[in-house]
């Protein structure tokens, strides 16, 4: 399933449901290859419509699944039906994914005390989790700013290899790109 804009970006859901891609996720870690992951729903769909720069980010993104009902939906009506495979369900079963393979984690966005919060959470939910590194932005975050780059920074001394995003939309998914392609 795809969706085409104007300008010749397009978005393709590639992963058909959670475990095709926790599936992509597991291979990609075993080979030490970075990606980022979106989560489309409808919100998105209507911003990907309105925004160049979104549009952009959204199409180089690697695994993308589908966060929302009315996204599946419009699978069928297609013929190239998906499952919903909400980002917030996936968030354990990726961490789950990076303790299995031994691989420490970052947690980016939200607030100092949401983060360690969820730092906490996880790692009990989790057997053998590392957080290696929580950081929450300062407000306006800008995903093509400074604190970006110090981000991107602190996530490389860190050693984290999987990161999970709590930026909003658009922010989160400029900054997955971003960071992607500095950290490999």
């Known amino acids: 399933m795809?969706?085409?804009?104007?300008?010749?970006?397009?978005?393709?859901?590639?992963?058909?449901?959670?475990?095709?891609?926790?599936?992509?996720?597991?291979q990609r870690l075993q080979d030490g290859q970075g990606f980022a992951i979106a989560t489309i729903n409808v919100d998105h769909l209507q911003r990907l419509a309105e925004d160049a720069r979104f549009r952009s980010a959204y199409a180089a993104h690697d695994l993308i699944c589908a966060d929302g009902?009315?996204?599946?939906?419009?699978?069928r009506i297609a013929g190239r039906p998906v499952a919903l495979a909400p980002g917030s369900d996936l968030v354990l079963p990726l961490a789950a994914e990076a303790a299995r393979a031994g691989l420490p984690v970052a947690l980016i966005g939200s607030?100092?005390?949401?983060?360690?919060l969820a730092a906490q959470s996880m790692t009990?939910?989790?057997?053998?989790?590392?957080?290696?590194l929580t950081h929450a932005p300062g407000f306006?975050?800008?995903?093509?700013?400074?604190?970006?780059?110090?981000?991107?920074?602190?996530?490389r001394q860190?050693?984290?290899r999987l990161c999970f995003l709590a930026l909003g939309a658009p922010?989160?998914?400029?900054?997955?790109?971003?960071?992607?392609?500095a950290l490999g």
Do not use: M, T, Y
């Open 124 to 132: 009990r939910a989790v057997p053998g989790l590392r957080v290696a």
């Open 69 to 75: 009902n009315p996204i599946v939906w419009l699978s």
């Open 158 to 160: 860190s050693g984290a």
């Open 140 to 155: 306006p975050f800008d995903p093509a700013g400074e604190e970006a780059d110090q981000i991107i920074a602190k996530i």
């Open 2 to 26: 795809h969706f085409s804009f104007p300008d010749g970006n397009a978005v393709r859901i590639n992963c058909r449901d959670s475990a095709a891609l926790l599936g992509a996720v597991r």
């Open 171 to 181: 922010r989160q998914e400029l900054f997955a790109i971003r960071a992607r392609d």
């Open 111 to 116: 607030s100092d005390e949401s983060l360690e």
